[in-house]
């Protein structure tokens, strides 16, 4: 009994259990060169990715790689198997070439098949000697054998010409639907091949699916058995290139008889496939060149930022300007105080360029400013103008406006000077309602501007003439009091040039006649505060070419009136609650200023005397000497544009001549 144990277990060890050791169940997570592997033809492992390679991108290859031991069936025992293998297809050019097979064969030699769409298993007669069941994923279209598509997977039995093909896929069980799966994608795809009984079921996924619960491809009348005839087989993979080739990689491979047995592949230890593809190193060129490019872009991008930044808030700064510092404003400020030169902070246009309204931080001691950009060629004699602008920062006087400093760029001089709320004079004498102007105030004004004429003349440190006396250069502050703006302006275009050209700086109508002859002085200064005396008393320009020619001259137009013993037919006939006697005092001021004769004119001190009436005017009369004279010759509209007057500046040379050019104000 005891014995009969013994015996049996003996027999069971040396039976038995080699039959269940001998039980071929196995699992690849990644190959190594000690496998049991038989390759041959082009198929080799990567050792070191540990990937077992099919075919590379040579022309007609074959490559195989079976499971060196065959898998035998008992004839008790029913043929069957389940395997699951991860495999890999890339692009190695274009066209794509062919697909892989896992294969079922009977040999492992296979003399006589062909590569290309016959995978290395088959022949164009159909199959070689060798026995075989093939599950091909091809990626060729071979009208030939019938494909279905160049991406398909077919049940191929001892043919290259597939008994059952789908077009590959999966089905989703989380999506309920059918997914495509691309073949050549380069991405590894999970195939799972289960035959029991006389079934064989194909199943696909992507890599980090669960096998699908429906398989892609399912055939009822497979009998291995009779296919092999035989019940002894190899198992493994076979690939093939042609003309047209690809890569082809298992990365994964596990193998048993049976469903239940199958060991699990794990799918974090499966090795990456190898990116050898000339596709891909072709996209990766393709993307690093535009990965370069886009940075090259940015980089442009960031530069050119940079030098529109730079050049935006470009400066010209020279060392004699040291001195100035705190007289010198950036540009950056004040391109940021006027919102970027912002039409909505434009308050005119003037004889020497465009004004606009400025808003600079607290911490500079005036919140609002004027800022005018005034347009220059070169530089010669710039040294000289930017120290007499520096300059009149020392003339103080509450009617003149301050000017509070500078910045200078190429081609442009930007002065800074304190903002006035009500804009210039003349626009409110042509083109707003003049209620604000009744005549105390306009008076008012005309005081404040001799006051300020008198002080440049006499006061300063300096005589400063201004050169270019006019309602439009007269601001109106909060009050409403006149201001002087724009002196010192003038000498932009005075820069000890040839002093017969640089004189003849001014307005046409307020420009004394001898200034083109002997050029600026306190007279000329004074004749066209005269005119202005005229233009605000009368509410109009000193010259209107539309007006019936005995009009047209304001000063000949006063002194006709006077002639005519109605001096006050004279004054502007909106001015109200005005007194005759002071209307008329101003319009003869206006006329003795503007004597045709400099001699003859009175000094700034002496018309702030009369204008305040501490002194009393001279005696004279409509026709004295000078008074009423334009020029020495006739004045005609014709000659209001004086083309042989060409200044030393050239490009502000049109605008200066601009009657009633506006400073501030009337722009908006
Ligand atoms: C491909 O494999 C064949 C055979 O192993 C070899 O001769 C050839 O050099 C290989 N080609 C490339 C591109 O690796
Ligand atoms: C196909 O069969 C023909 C005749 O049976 C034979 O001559 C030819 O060599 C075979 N071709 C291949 C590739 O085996
Ligand atoms: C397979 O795919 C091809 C093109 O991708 C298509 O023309 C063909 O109808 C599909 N066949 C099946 C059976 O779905
Ligand atoms: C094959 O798939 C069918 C469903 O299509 C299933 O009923 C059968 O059990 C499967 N057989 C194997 C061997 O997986
Ligand atoms: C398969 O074929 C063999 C031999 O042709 C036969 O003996 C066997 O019964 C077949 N098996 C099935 C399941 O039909």
């Known amino acids: 009994m005891i014995r009969g144990l013994l015996l049996g277990i003996i027999w069971m060890i040396f039976f038995v259990c080699p039959s269940?050791?001998?039980?071929?169940?196995?699992?690849?997570?990644?190959?190594?060169?000690?496998?049991?592997?038989?390759?041959?033809?082009?198929?080799?492992?990567?050792?070191?990715?540990?990937?077992?390679?099919?075919?590379?991108?040579?022309?007609?290859?074959?490559?195989?790689?079976?499971?060196?031991?065959?898998?035998?069936?008992?004839?008790?025992?029913?043929?069957?198997?389940?395997?699951?293998?991860?495999?890999?297809?890339l692009r190695a050019g274009d066209p794509s070439g062919h697909g892989m097979a896992f294969v079922v064969s009977d040999s492992?030699?296979?003399?006589?098949?062909?590569?290309?769409?016959?995978?290395?298993?088959?022949?164009?007669?159909?199959?070689?000697?060798?026995?075989v069941l093939a599950v091909e994923l091809d990626i060729?279209?071979?009208?030939?054998?019938?494909?279905?598509?160049?991406?398909?997977?077919?049940?191929?039995?001892?043919?290259?010409?597939?008994?059952?093909?789908?077009?590959?896929?999966?089905?989703?069980?989380?999506e309920g639907k059918k997914i495509d799966i691309k073949l050549l994608s380069g991405h590894p795809i999970q195939v799972w091949v289960d035959y029991v009984g006389t079934t064989l079921n194909v199943s696909l996924a992507p890599l980090k699916t669960q096998k699908p619960s429906r398989p892609?491809?399912?055939?009822?009348?497979?009998?291995?058995?009779?296919?092999?005839?035989?019940?002894?087989?190899?198992?493994?993979?076979?690939?093939?290139?042609?003309?047209?080739?690809?890569?082809?990689?298992?990365?994964?491979?596990?193998?048993?008889?049976?469903?239940?047995?199958?060991?699990?592949?794990?799918?974090?230890?499966?090795?990456?496939?190898?990116?050898?593809?000339?596709?891909?190193?072709?996209?990766?060129?393709?993307?690093?060149?535009?990965?370069?490019?886009?940075?090259?872009?940015?980089?442009?991008?960031?530069?050119?930022?940079?030098?529109?930044?730079?050049?935006?808030?470009?400066?010209?700064?020279?060392?004699?300007?040291?001195?100035?510092?705190?007289?010198?404003?950036?540009?950056?400020?004040?391109?940021?105080?006027?919102?970027?030169?912002?039409?909505?902070?434009?308050?005119?246009?003037?004889?020497?360029?465009?004004?606009?309204?400025g808003t600079l931080p607290r911490s500079r001691d005036l919140r609002e400013v004027a800022v005018k950009r005034v347009s220059h060629e070169g530089e010669q004699g710039m040294k000289q103008f930017v120290a007499e602008i520096v300059s009149m920062r020392s003339l103080k006087h509450r009617s003149l406006v301050p000017l509070l400093g500078y910045c200078r760029r190429k081609h442009?001089?930007?002065?800074?000077?304190?903002?006035?709320?009500?804009?210039?004079?003349?626009?409110?004498?042509?083109?707003?309602?003049?209620?604000?102007?009744?005549?105390?105030?306009?008076?008012?004004?005309?005081?404040?501007?001799?006051?300020?004429?008198s002080y440049l003349h006499t006061e300063a440190d300096q005589v400063v003439i201004h050169r270019d006396i006019k309602a439009a250069n007269v601001m109106l502050d909060a009050e409403f009091s006149g201001r002087l703006g724009d002196f010192g302006m003038s000498r932009l275009y005075d820069r000890g040039a040839d002093p017969t050209t640089t004189a003849a700086v001014g307005t046409v109508g307020y420009m004394a006649p001898e200034l083109t002859t002997m050029g600026a002085s306190t007279a000329t200064d004074v004749y066209a505060f005269g005119v202005f005396l005229l233009e605000v008393t009368c509410g109009r320009r000193p010259v209107e070419p539309g007006f019936p020619a005995v009009k047209r001259f304001l000063i000949k137009w006063v002194s006709e009136c006077w002639r005519r013993s109605s001096l006050i037919d004279a004054k502007d006939s909106r001015l109200t609650d005005f007194s005759t006697q002071e209307v008329e005092k101003v319009l003869k001021l206006g006329l003795l200023c503007a004597n045709l004769a400099p001699d003859s004119r009175p000094t700034m001190e002496q018309v702030v005397q009369y204008l305040n009436g501490n002194l009393a005017l001279p005696?004279?009369?409509?026709?004295?000497?000078?008074?009423?004279?334009?020029?020495?010759?006739?004045?005609?509209?014709?000659s209001l544009v004086i083309p042989s007057l060409s200044l030393s500046s050239s490009s502000s040379t049109n605008s200066m001549f601009i009657t009633h050019s506006v400073l501030y104000g009337s722009g908006r």
């Open 216 to 357: 892609l491809l399912s055939s009822t009348s497979i009998n291995l058995t009779e296919i092999l005839q035989g019940r002894r087989m190899f198992v493994g993979f076979s690939g093939a290139t042609g003309s047209i080739m690809s890569y082809q990689y298992i990365l994964g491979w596990s193998f048993s008889k049976s469903m239940a047995s199958l060991p699990k592949i794990d799918i974090s230890k499966l090795p990456k496939v190898p990116h050898t593809s000339t596709k891909k190193k072709s996209t990766s060129l393709v993307l690093d060149a535009l990965l370069g490019l886009i940075a090259f872009m940015v980089l442009g991008l960031l530069v050119a930022a940079y030098l529109y930044r730079r050049n935006l808030y470009a400066e010209v700064r020279e060392e004699w300007e040291k001195e100035y510092g705190p007289h010198r404003y950036s540009y950056k400020s004040l391109y940021k105080a006027t919102k970027g030169f912002s039409r909505s902070e434009f308050l005119g246009r003037g004889g020497f360029g465009e004004v606009y309204k």
């Open 412 to 453: 442009e001089l930007l002065l800074v000077s304190e903002y006035m709320p009500n804009g210039s004079l003349d626009h409110y004498l042509f083109n707003q309602d003049r209620s604000a102007l009744p005549w105390w105030r306009r008076l008012a004004i005309l005081k404040d501007i001799a006051s300020a004429l």
């Open 619 to 638: 005696e004279f009369w409509p026709n004295s000497p000078g008074i009423g004279v334009l020029t020495p010759m006739a004045l005609s509209p014709a």
């Open 108 to 131: 492992t030699d296979f003399k006589g098949a062909e590569p290309t769409r016959y995978f290395g298993l088959f022949n164009r007669n159909g199959s070689t000697s060798t026995r």
């Open 20 to 89: 269940f050791q001998q039980e071929p169940t196995f699992v690849y997570n990644r190959f190594g060169q000690a496998d049991d592997l038989h390759l041959d033809g082009s198929a080799r492992i990567f050792t070191s990715g540990g990937v077992l390679q099919l075919t590379n991108a040579t022309n007609i290859q074959i490559g195989h790689a079976f499971f060196k031991r065959p898998i035998e069936f008992k004839s008790s025992e029913s043929v069957s198997f389940s395997t699951h293998f991860v495999c890999a297809l």
């Open 140 to 174: 060729s279209l071979a009208p030939e054998l019938n494909d279905i598509s160049d991406n398909h997977v077919g049940i191929d039995v001892n043919s290259a010409e597939s008994v059952i093909s789908a077009n590959a896929s999966y089905f989703s069980d989380k």
